[in-house]
């Protein structure tokens, strides 16, 4: 017979599911509870929370939450990322973090939009410029044509306002008869 602490946890893992963008499954084994308090700093600047889970509760929060596949990237001793805005976010500080400090940190993986990550394509996503680099990067490409033509249109104003100015000082330098 399930504790009420467990049905609590349960539902409580069920709504964080629910909320969440992004989902990357960490062993932390070997971790030292300073490090951890660090790393749940570093994750809360970003907007991510980072969760203890006992695999069984998690499991059936999973069911709850329509995430069944979270079931492959959860055994073992396993804290949970979850990210509720740029699915990116959560991935570049847990891997930064884990390359800064070199701790026995190890990704298991992801799960973003139902298809599950390896910890290979978490690392790939960590790599992904963020939405707003990209959404800057397309807004200069597609500037980039606009301003050629704006310079290939403004050409022959231009070398008619050169060719004016160039009359305009030769007529001033004659002298007045």
């Not at 963020?130 to 990067?137: A, H, I, N, P, R």
Request: no cysteine.
């Amino acid at each position: 017979m399930p504790t009420e602490k467990k049905i609590q946890a349960v539902a409580d893992m069920t709504d964080w599911l629910n909320e969440a963008t992004i989902v990357i499954s960490a062993d932390y084994s070997g971790l030292p509870v300073t490090e951890m308090t660090a790393l749940r700093r570093v994750l809360r600047e970003k907007e991510v929370s980072l969760k203890v889970v006992k695999n069984n509760l998690a499991y059936i929060a999973a069911e709850n939450a329509g995430k069944p596949e979270l079931k492959e990237i959860i055994q073992g001793p396993s804290a949970i990322a979850l990210g509720y805005g740029e699915p990116t976010d959560p991935a570049k500080a847990l891997s930064q973090f884990i390359r800064e400090t070199r701790l026995p940190i190890e990704i298991r993986g992801a799960v973003l939009d139902g298809r599950v990550l390896d910890s290979a394509q978490v690392e790939q996503l960590a790599s992904l410029p963020g939405k707003d680099e990209l959404v800057s990067q397309l807004l200069s490409r597609m500037q980039s044509p606009i301003a050629g033509l704006v310079n290939v249109l403004n050409g022959p104003i231009a070398g008619l306002a050169r060719v004016l100015q160039g009359r305009i000082d030769q007529i001033e330098e004659q002298p007045a008869e």
